[in-house]
């Protein structure tokens, strides 16, 4: 809570606001580890506990350090910044690399909007992020927002644009895949590769909105021929 400004390397903070707070709990079965944050006058002041034992913070500087930035990845706190330092200090593969090492899919969903907002990535950079939107951001929430957010770079490529669709088609919910399909839409990418995955929406409302939405963008007469081929896709009655 509060405005707080962590270290460079997000393992120590370097200033907060008098009312500002940091607290976290891990808990591992019976061994628990507790951490409280504040500012102590001009100074902060670092209350470390391992299973209800305190512990100085001169002894436990490495432990304290792993545990906040644990979180600060995990939660994708300051993500902004952090993925600047690390394009600074490693370009993207170290943004890359970090990712792989998240678990949690929003922080990683976090880092990787961000990297693709921040640096002029390559071919294989994008294609990296694609393959990782799938392995290391399993909500469809996530995955879909990180999509529609980095579409932009994407377009413009074959090979880059496929990725970006094989992502897109794996995007679990049905609404969230359909938005995803029409912010492509939006954004430039190939209508008759969006058209060859829109029968893979599950719900016939999603796919026949996303359909009428793509017939109102003049689609060429080779883009309406893929068009009304998916249409032939939708089970509904009344939706077709």
Request: hydrophobic share 40%.
């Amino acid at each position: 809570n509060g405005t707080i400004e962590f270290a460079r390397d997000y393992r120590s903070v370097t200033s907060m606001d008098r009312d500002a707070r940091i607290k976290i709990t891990r808990e591992e079965g019976r061994r628990d580890w507790r951490l409280y944050i504040r500012r102590d006058g001009q100074g902060i002041e670092y209350d470390y506990r391992r299973n209800g034992d305190r512990v100085p913070f001169a002894s436990a500087r490495d432990e304290i350090g792993d545990l906040l930035l644990s979180v600060v990845r995990e939660g994708g706190i300051d993500a902004k910044r952090r993925v600047g330092i690390l394009l600074a200090d490693g370009g993207p593969e170290r943004v890359l690399a970090e990712v792989r090492l998240i678990e949690r899919s929003s922080g990683s969903a976090r880092y990787l909007t961000q990297l693709v907002e921040q640096a002029d990535l390559n071919r294989n950079e994008l294609l990296e992020v694609a393959k990782l939107s799938v392995e290391e951001v399993a909500s469809s929430g996530d995955r879909s927002r990180l999509l529609m957010a980095s579409a932009p770079a994407f377009e413009g490529n074959a090979d880059t644009e496929a990725a970006w669709l094989k992502a897109a088609a794996s995007v679990p919910s049905s609404g969230d895949r359909s938005r995803v399909l029409m912010r492509g839409m939006d954004e430039g990418i190939a209508m008759e590769g969006i058209a060859g995955i829109v029968a893979s929406i599950p719900s016939s409302g999603d796919k026949a909105r996303m359909l009428l939405r793509a017939l109102e963008t003049n689609p060429s007469d080779e883009d309406l021929v893929s068009l009304l081929g998916a249409a032939g896709s939708i089970s509904s009655s009344g939706d077709r």
